[in-house]
């Protein structure tokens, strides 16, 4: 029997509300920030969430599936370049994160302190790190770190949880 989150990310799984990878993809901006239970779907953690206890958890096993998988690669770099997007980034070919001018107004999605986005970019970067990403992980580090010190939108504890989602070992508690 397969997890549920190797069920979504490699045969057209659907979350507790039917969506599925291409639904949340689809999702408008607004989408994004109004529902609360597709982060935790979007990007998994091998942590169960407090918000959607629910939601599918990545162990082991999983992790190597979900990396080897071609389809759950593709689906997690479209997640992450749509997620990169609702924060006013552009991930280009080479693996960067660059502010898009035509993006600006997606930064207030983030953009302010103690944004309850701040602890959505911390399961992204774990996350991406699950699926193997680590090099975007890296790159999406700097990016939303440079942003969030150059808008002193970020704590020092939120750029610390963010360099621990980071560098800490993946399946490491980030909590």
Known sequence: MTSRVVD?????????????????IAMTDSELESHHDIIQWMFPLHETSSVNPDCPLVDEHSAHVLRENIDARQRMHEMITRFGRFLGFELEEEGQFIPDPSLESNRENWHSPMNHNHLRITRVIRSMRLFGFE???????????????????????????WKQALEDPVFASIR
């Open 135 to 161: 090099k975007e992980a890296q790159a999406f580090f700097d990016a939303v770190s440079k942003s969030a010190i150059e808008s002193q939108c970020a704590t020092e504890r939120t750029l610390a949880y």
């Open 8 to 24: 979504f990310y490699c045969h057209e799984g659907t979350d507790a509300q039917g969506r599925t990878v291409l639904d949340m």
